[in-house]
DNA sequence: CAAACTCCTGAACATGCGTTCAACCCCCGC
DNA sequence: GCGGGGGTTGAACGCATGTTCAGGAGTTTG
């Protein structure tokens, strides 16, 4: 449309999320370059806030930097949201590969916990997971293909059941852990756990939701029921 | 502040959701009070853009009134969100009595379905689990309430197993109910079932889940590892 | 018929928004 | 020293927003 060469075309510098020699005893708050500050200025403000009620002036802001500047980095508002959405994204995959890396390989969303430090990455994924974001999206079917391999896994080792459906019941306990995270607000308030946080301060959510998992909730009866009454309609296509 | 009389300063006019005479049969689109169509334009848009996004005279296009009549009738729009959560927390809690009085109180949100007559309470209520509302966490914290009592008479009638913390336990699988609420569009594109619709269509959720929490996940040594784990956490008061 | 009342509109206001652009600073190679 | 170019600013633009307000239907009451 324009002659202008477009500057924030290129959504990821090739790979350069952190310049080598940052060292992480010094406070430093404009070592880094503006353009990440500004991602993760964002990252914090659209977290605190959700998407569409920050403005870019309150993220340049809290970047110390002109509003123009943002736009200059970054193209547009959404080139902003998309470039936070895959960093987010690219910082969760990270996390999670080091957690497998380093075994701990059981809940997908509590190893992510690590990664909090820099900007609330946890928090911004809990926002942007109620937003449609196609990379959010992305990022979700992963973290249940990689909750269907951790699984097999774990019934291999006997640590978890087996089930008669892998992928749906993935997909089920993966729904509950992002819901629950999304809901962070709310069961902070119920029990004092702050989800986005370790929540191995207190066992007020990580015990019940342990015992949940572990012995059960619902009569075993009930499973077999509600399995063939489904099952049955499948057969006859419409149970009517 | 202001001489103006300040007219939408009441926020219930004393129980007028319905005028008694409203027939179902019709389809009747203006027959309604302005002031309900209006509020449910606006659950109608909020559900579909969340609240932020959305611009009262987007509402007022939907209602099919001006942009002046919204302000008119609810002060402002911070006013119109607040009508909105009071009025989809009755119509939540009016269908959640109607399924206790019907005997299926099982599932607190599989009860809040039957409630999808007119705007979509339920996908507001998705939309706003996730923004920061007095009136929704005191809707949750009444359904968590609930889930203890419908917990402990499952327990008595022999479809719940007993729980080490009724409490917990029913915090837990509210967060979780809600939780895969708010998730419904990653649900519906992993599993094709729209848990804001009757999700009886398909069993692609509730089997899965019915699984997970029949049968159990994690094998139960690791329950007993955990509780005892946080349990001596509490005794030394910091086991370190 | 007119006055009064309620419901409602349409234009207008101020404000804040996302975005644009010309100019500036500062460092680097020559 | 000097030109040039990337990083950055600050003022400005057009626009959409939330809100205000004077007054226009339409009906009821005197």
Do not use: N
């Amino acid at each position: 449309m324009r002659s202008t060469p477009a500057p924030g075309s290129a959504d990821l510098p090739a790979g350069s999320t952190e310049p080598p020699g940052v060292a992480a005893a010094s406070t430093a708050r404009s070592d880094r370059t503006a353009r990440a500050r500004i991602r993760d200025a964002a990252i914090t403000r659209f977290a605190a806030d959700g998407v569409a009620a920050t403005s870019i002036r309150a993220i340049a802001a809290e970047a110390d930097v002109s509003p123009g500047l943002v736009i200059h980095h970054f193209g547009s508002k959404d080139g902003l949201r998309a470039a936070c959405d895959a960093h987010v994204a690219a910082r969760i995959r990270q996390a999670k590969q080091q957690a497998v890396a380093a075994g701990a390989a059981l809940d997908p969303i509590g190893a992510l916990r690590a990664a909090s430090q820099g900007p609330p990455v946890l928090r911004y994924l809990a926002r942007t997971l109620a937003e449609a974001s196609p990379q959010v999206a992305a990022l979700v079917d992963e973290l249940v293909d990689d909750a269907v391999a951790y699984q097999a896994d774990g019934v291999r080792t006997g640590m978890l059941t087996e089930s008669d459906d892998p992928r749906g019941r993935a997909v089920v306990l993966t729904m509950w852990s992002l819901g629950a995270l999304v809901l962070h607000e709310h069961v902070a308030r119920l029990t004092g756990v702050d989800l986005t946080e370790d929540p191995a301060t207190s066992g007020a959510w990580v015990v019940p939701a342990t015992e949940a998992l572990a012995r059960g909730v619902l009569a075993e009866e009930i499973y077999d029921r509600v399995r063939d009454g489904f099952a049955a309609e499948e057969d006859g296509h419409d149970g009517r």
